[in-house]
């Protein structure tokens, strides 16, 4: 199956600063999703936006979608040590209903 | 309830073991997944099962087999696994299968020997 890029492979911030994490994908979608995933444990649901939204916000949480580039983003701000963890972009495809496609991930550490 | 459990938490097998993993939600969700997780990866998708049918199976080896014997439930049966088949497995489920977001359980860590 394809997978998504997502970039940086690995961002190091201060507590305090902001994190931008950037996701690819290469099939039309339904909608994106972000999930976070602290060492080794299950992933938690973040933030899905449509394919017909540009912009949506949750609480820190900034998701941008541009389905022109195939390409999202995802900006956390004011981070905290607590948001130290990896976060994975899936794409809902078109037609494969319940498939989720992930990308590879960002490794975040926020330092106190 | 709002969470999905899985046990083992951790499995340690031999290569001609068998073994089950187990799933459970009480969210009423009529979709539930397994995926498979290699250190340092996404997750990569198994099987799917809608309304108790299995809907997806990602031509995953037959030495994984899954049953849903409820529509709280979802096991997968490990029989001959390989070392190479040593990772997290994670659970998920959603409302059905057309539903947007998943909700994980915390994964059994399988090492194969």
């Known amino acids: 199956s394809q997978q998504g890029e997502e970039d940086p492979q690995a961002l190091s911030i201060q507590e305090g600063e902001n994190a931008t994490m950037n996701c690819s994908y290469k099939?039309?979608?339904?909608?994106l999703q972000w999930y976070r995933q602290n060492s080794g444990r299950g992933l938690v649901h973040l933030i899905l936006?449509?394919?017909?939204?540009r912009e949506k916000h949750s609480g820190r949480l900034r998701v941008t979608l541009d389905t022109s580039k195939k390409s999202s983003s995802l900006l956390i701000t004011a981070s905290r040590a607590a948001d130290t963890a990896s976060y994975f972009c899936?794409?809902?495809?078109?037609?494969?209903?319940?498939?989720?496609?992930f990308g590879q991930g960002t490794i975040l550490t926020v330092h106190p | 309830d709002t969470e999905v459990t899985q046990t083992p938490k951790h499995l340690v097998m031999g290569m001609t073991n068998k073994k089950s993993l187990k799933c459970e939600q009480h969210?009423?969700?009529?979709?539930m997944y397994w995926y498979k997780q290699k250190a340092k990866k996404p997750p990569e998708l198994m099987f799917v099962?809608?309304?108790?049918?299995?809907?997806i199976n990602e031509s995953v080896p037959s030495r994984f087999s899954p049953e849903c014997p409820n529509s709280s439930l979802l096991n997968l049966h490990l029989h001959a696994l390989q070392p190479e088949d040593s990772a997290l497995y994670l659970c998920?489920?959603?409302?059905?299968?057309?539903?947007?977001?998943?909700?994980f359980g915390p994964g059994t860590r399988l090492l194969v020997l």
């Open positions: 899936a794409n809902a495809g078109g037609t494969s209903y319940g498939k989720l496609t």
């Open positions: 099962y809608s309304y108790e049918k299995l809907s």
């Open positions: 099939t039309s979608i339904n909608n």
């Open positions: 936006i449509r394919s017909n939204e």
């Open positions: 969210m009423g969700h009529r979709a």
């Open positions: 998920a489920s959603s409302t059905r299968a057309h539903a947007e977001t998943q909700y």
